[in-house]
């Protein structure tokens, strides 16, 4: 409490134009006092007009009241100043540069508080009162500080633009009307106001409505972005894996060729050396026979050398190691051809798997969500020629048609294959499915499951796991020979209440998360949407068939390109 007398006392010998301590204080007749200097000021400028006004009441004086020093005030002034304490605003009061400031306010300016846009200035607090106190003040209009108020002045006639001119599209004073503007189509600027009010409300809500549309894009986007990075590191993992196998094969192909080169090469090399120690034994044992002829052939003992030439003479049959050196040679060499034909054989499955890989990888591209296709000529913009894999095929079906077209045939005998459907009536399309694609199923017989799938769908046995739309692997429409379809997911069923046909066209937006089921009619003009699914996909779907055991039943993959 003490605390605020204090801060009463110093407003009390504050001077409301400065908003300072009083300097050589005076009193105007009306009782408000002021800095001399101040005071002067303010009526210096009223000079020709005879009427003299005080600034914070508004009371007028004819003729300009004489001064005279108010002595308490100043002995009031000069004990407060010994208190030290300061008599100004804080400094946060103050306009700086980037504020609007007061423009009644003399020496430094305070922020202003509001501006009045018929008086076409602002105000701070202490001077705003006035348009809260005096009645023709109070009905001026009050808006938050402006620096643009001298641009509602009008630049031909000084006076405040309170119209619109509609032909120039301009904000005019009231005398322009009657001259620059005479003629035009004018209205208040409170008119125009509320008129362009309406269309602003309208513009607003288209925003709002972007807003909404970009948001939804946004979060699509950020869902595919999760969808896309779980997947790509999915399928990084998987393809070291796979490479890591790869290149764990070819170490221990690259080691297996080695060792057997090795062992060839050591097998042969150790017969060599056998071979060589017994020719060397039968060089020595002619070089003896030789010395032995030598000595013989030297002897003067006729009778001797008949007697020992018989048996020096009968040499053994020389092995022929002729054939050793050719089959070694032989191996070698087929080995070395071999090899990289080896090489160049998996160059060209590689290359050919890896051109299918960067296919894929392009078709991926993430962009923003499109619109879907309205016509059956829209939609064929993404036709895919749709194949079945044989090795996902159930004994129980065959396939013609160059594998477009299934039947039910029960004498079949399929070789094992682990992608192959073992108990239900099922297969999957040889292409995996990204992007966006378009496909139609024409079918006959009782009933079908339409549908795309997981490549890890489960294949062993007959539970929902396996069964499309049965498990969250799969997505199905079932369609009934009277042309009624339900829709399945995860084994939680809807019901579509449309009419159908016997051909179906299925629309697949993979990045945006969209599968879409269409009856095409007999026409091929006209298609009806059936059912539309949106979500999230992880990873590229399978074209998927399942059919009910009945031997007029086919199924056919339509050519559509």
């Known amino acids: 409490m003490a605390q605020r007398g204090v801060q009463l006392d110093r407003e009390a010998i504050s001077c409301s134009i400065c908003l300072d301590l009083l300097k050589d204080p005076v009193t105007v007749p009306c009782g408000h006092s002021y800095c001399m200097s101040c005071i002067k000021a303010h009526w210096d400028k009223e000079d020709g007009r005879d009427v003299y006004s005080c600034p914070q009441c508004r009371q007028t004086f004819t003729p300009r009241p004489v001064l005279g020093k108010n002595t308490m005030l100043a002995v009031l002034v000069e004990e407060l100043k010994k208190t030290g304490l300061q008599a100004a605003p804080a400094d946060h009061c103050y306009a700086g540069a980037e504020d609007v400031a007061c423009d009644v306010c003399t020496g430094r300016k305070l922020k202003a508080q509001k501006s009045c846009l018929q008086c076409l200035a ?121 490479f890591t196998q790869l290149i764990r094969l070819m170490v221990r192909r690259r080691s297996d060729v080695k060792k057997q080169v090795r062992s060839q090469q050591e097998t042969k090399v150790r017969r060599g050396k056998e071979l060589q120690e017994k020719l060397e034994e039968e060089i020595t044992e002619l070089r003896r026979r030789e010395a032995e002829l030598e000595k013989l052939s030297n002897t003067e003992d006729h009778i001797q050398f008949l007697r020992d030439y018989p048996s020096l003479s009968q040499l053994s049959e020389p092995a022929d190691i002729s054939d050793m050196y050719i089959h070694s040679l032989t191996y070698f060499e087929e080995l070395s051809v071999a090899l990289p034909e080896l090489l160049h054989k998996l160059q060209e499955v590689l290359g050919e798997k890896w051109t299918k890989i960067l296919e894929l990888a392009a078709e991926g591209d993430v962009s923003l969500p ?21 090795n996902t095929l159930n004994n129980d079906l065959t396939l013609s048609n160059e594998d477009r077209e299934i039947t039910i045939y029960s004498d079949n005998s399929y070789p094992s294959h682990p992608d192959r459907f073992t108990e239900l009536w099922q297969v999957l399309s040889k292409e995996g499915l990204t992007g966006r ?125």
Request: with cysteine; proline share 4%; hydrophobic share 30%.
């Open 122 to 242: 602002s105000f701070c607090e202490k001077h705003l009162q006035p348009h809260f106190e005096a009645a023709p003040l109070q009905k001026h209009k009050l808006t938050d500080p402006s620096r643009t108020l001298q641009e509602n002045v009008c630049p031909h006639h000084d006076e405040v633009m309170t119209m619109f001119c509609r032909t120039d599209q301009q904000p005019v004073c009231y005398l322009c009307p009657v001259d620059e503007h005479k003629g035009h189509e004018t209205a208040s600027a409170a008119a125009e106001r509320a008129e362009r009010q309406r269309e602003f409300e309208e513009s607003r809500q288209s925003i709002q409505q972007r807003i909404q549309d970009r948001e939804k894009d946004v979060r699509m986007l950020q869902r595919d972005g999760a969808a896309i990075n779980s997947f790509a590191d999915r399928v990084v993992e998987e393809s070291e894996e796979v």
């Open 370 to 390: 499109q619109p879907e296709p309205m016509t059956r000529a829209e939609f064929l913009n993404y036709a895919r020629d749709i194949t079945m894999d044989p």
């Open 437 to 561: 694609c378009y496909w139609e199923v024409e079918w006959e017989g009782e009933e079908i499951y339409i549908a795309v799938a997981y490549k890890d769908i489960c294949r062993e046995g007959s539970s929902d796991d396996c069964k499309f739309g049965y498990n969250d692997k799969s997505w199905a429409l079932f369609c009934y020979r009277t042309y009624s379809f339900t829709f399945l997911h995860n084994s939680v069923e809807t019901e579509i209440s449309a009419d159908g046909s016997s051909r179906i066209g299925v629309y697949l937006d993979h990045g945006a998360g969209t599968l879409s089921f269409y009856s095409v009619s007999d026409t091929l003009t006209t298609m009806t949407l059936l059912h539309k699914v949106q979500t999230t996909f992880t990873q590229p779907l399978y074209a998927g068939l399942h059919v009910e055991f009945s031997y007029s039943y086919t199924a056919e993959f339509c050519k559509l390109r």
